[in-house]
């Protein structure tokens, strides 16, 4: 969830911090719990795939994740979020 360190998208950018590092930073305990709801704990720690790719994209396209205001509004956006919100759940949160 939400980290003490704050990465800046330059510094994501220029790969001074990790992609799940970055996006880490925004998941919130909500987020996690919407997540872990909507996509399902049982598909989530099933998952074989380090991305979850094995899971429908339209599962993830279809969440409702709140953006913050510092990051672009995408669809991208929020799978990362989600998916981010995943890794953390897979991880024992």
């Known amino acids: 969830m939400n ?3 704050k990465y800046t998208r330059e510094q994501y950018l220029n790969n001074e911090c990790s ?5 880490k930073q925004f998941v919130t305990k909500g987020i996690i719990d919407y997540v872990k709801r909507a996509i ?7 998952s074989k795939d380090e991305h979850f790719n094995d899971i429908p994209l339209r599962l993830w396209d279809n969440l409702y994740i709140p953006i913050p205001n510092s ?6 956006t929020k799978v990362c979020l989600a998916k981010c919100a995943a890794v953390i759940i897979k ?3």
Do not use: F, Q, V, W
């Not at 399902?40 to 099933?46: A, C, E, Q, T, V």
């Not at 990051?71 to 991208?76: F, H, M």
């Open 3 to 5: 980290t003490s360190t």
């Open 91 to 93: 991880e024992g949160e």
């Open 19 to 23: 992609h799940h590092d970055y996006y």
């Open 71 to 76: 990051l672009d509004k995408s669809l991208a």
């Open 40 to 46: 399902g704990k049982d598909k989530i720690l099933n």
